[in-house]
């Protein structure tokens, strides 16, 4: 008889809609300390999800400048001053693209030939310029571009037909290619060549600048070219650049790999892993100190609502909520309130760092880690600051409850 008894008058634990009603109860009877409260954790967390998410979409700026520099690149060319002159492989190129991190290869070959304007300049007189067999991948290898006129094709590549380096034009006086006029020509080994393009200037890669490209297969049939390259440009992953370097030599010339000479990577790579490897630290303290304050302002709201909250509490106490229903509902209210600070926090700093870097014309990074934190913490800092008033609370008998309201 006696257990059943017990059994009968076993507390009943609060639904999750019951608690929190308890919890928004004492929020909305006072809006205005509540909203003050919610606002010491939104900034915090504002301010943490800015202070990460701005320097981010800085960084990712930079790094893309830095990678345009050339971070991920190499190039390979036959040692010189060797007697006879080293030569590299005609199979180099291919043997270059099955490394597997590499991401585009492409080659040029001196074709040691003299281009002219026209006939009447002397045969020896280049103006300083070189005629290159090119491979029809280089100008996405490189980063170079077109700016008038058109780059070669397989079809083009095989007929008589050059595209000119900036420097290049420059010197032969052909500085723009005007649709409707016919092409201008030029004079290589005493064989017309019709220029089709102009390259943009190519800071990346000067020598093609002050260049003269033809087909690979146009140079062979016009210019006895023997196919053998000069000068291979490679891109790969950025993280296997020293890998790549230390291997490439033996696979272009597994035989001579002592007649091949390959360029030490872009200084713009020690900056930009420089950069990877920084971070505002200052800031990070800045936005924790932050949080802390507001952590602080919610414990201290809940304490007050303890002590103001007495003669409900000991109302509730006398009508039969243990003291688990006591802490749950100001644990709850807690959490709530830090919550709802959190949420509006996050909001508040997407917002800012979204606008922040459209503004400055950055991509947009937020890390995804700031945005859990940021939620994440809102929630630890609510129980965190709950605990002790929810305890307090509980502590208290329904005779003191009453007594001291």
């Known amino acids: 008889m006696t257990g059943q008894l017990n059994r009968e008058l076993r507390p009943v634990r609060l639904a999750v809609p019951d608690l929190l009603t308890l919890g928004l109860t004492g929020l909305r009877a006072r809006p205005l300390r509540a909203v003050l409260s919610a606002l010491g954790i939104a900034i915090g967390i504002a301010t943490m999800i ?19 520099l050339g971070t991920n690149r190499l190039q390979a060319v036959a040692a010189p001053d060797r ?8 199979s180099a190129v291919g043997m270059v ?15 040691h030939t003299v281009v002219r304007r026209n006939d009447r300049v002397e045969a020896r007189n280049g103006s300083g310029l070189t005629v290159l067999a090119s491979h029809l991948d280089l100008l996405s290898t490189i980063g170079a571009r077109v700016r008038a006129g058109r780059w070669l094709n397989p079809v083009t590549a095989t007929f008589p037909t050059v595209v000119l380096g900036s420097v290049a034009a420059s010197r032969l006086g052909i500085t723009d290619l005007p649709t409707g006029q ?9 064989r017309r060549f019709t220029v089709i393009g102009i390259l943009a200037q190519t800071p990346l890669s000067p020598d093609i600048d002050r260049s003269v490209l033809v087909g690979w297969e146009a140079a062979r049939s016009e210019l006895r070219f023997d196919g053998h390259p000069t000068v291979i440009y490679l891109r790969c992953e950025e993280s296997q650049l020293e890998a790549i370097r230390s291997v490439l030599a033996e696979t272009i010339s597994p035989e001579r790999p002592g007649q091949v000479v390959v360029s030490r990577p872009s200084d713009a790579l020690a900056a930009k892993r420089a950069t990877e490897g920084s971070f505002s630290l200052l800031f990070l303290a800045l936005a ?42 100001f644990l709850t209210e807690s959490v709530v309130l830090a919550s709802l600070g959190g949420l509006v926090g996050t909001a508040l700093g ?23 934190v940021g939620v994440g913490g809102a ?11 929810c305890v307090r609370a509980a502590r208290l008998t329904p005779t003191q409850a009453l007594a001291a309201a």
Request: proline share 8%.
């Open 50 to 68: 800015v202070v990460t998410g701005i320097p981010a979409s800085s960084q990712a700026a930079l790094l893309g400048e830095l990678t345009a």
């Open 83 to 90: 007697d006879p002159p080293a030569k590299l492989p005609e």
């Open 97 to 111: 693209r099955r490394i597997g991190p590499v991401t585009a290869v492409s080659a040029v070959a001196n074709t």
């Open 182 to 190: 016919p092409a201008p020509q030029v004079m290589i080994s005493d």
């Open 288 to 329: 924790g100190v932050a949080l802390l304050v507001g952590g602080i302002g919610v414990a201290n709201t809940m304490v007050v609502s303890v002590l103001e909250r007495r003669a409900e509490i000991g109302l509730r106490r006398a009508l039969g909520a243990t003291r688990g229903h006591i802490r749950s509902q």
């Open 350 to 372: 997407l917002l800012t760092t979204v606008g922040y870097a459209s503004w400055q014309g950055w991509p947009l990074v937020v890390p995804a880690a700031s945005v859990l």
């Open 379 to 389: 929630v630890v800092i609510g129980v965190l600051a709950g605990v002790y008033p």
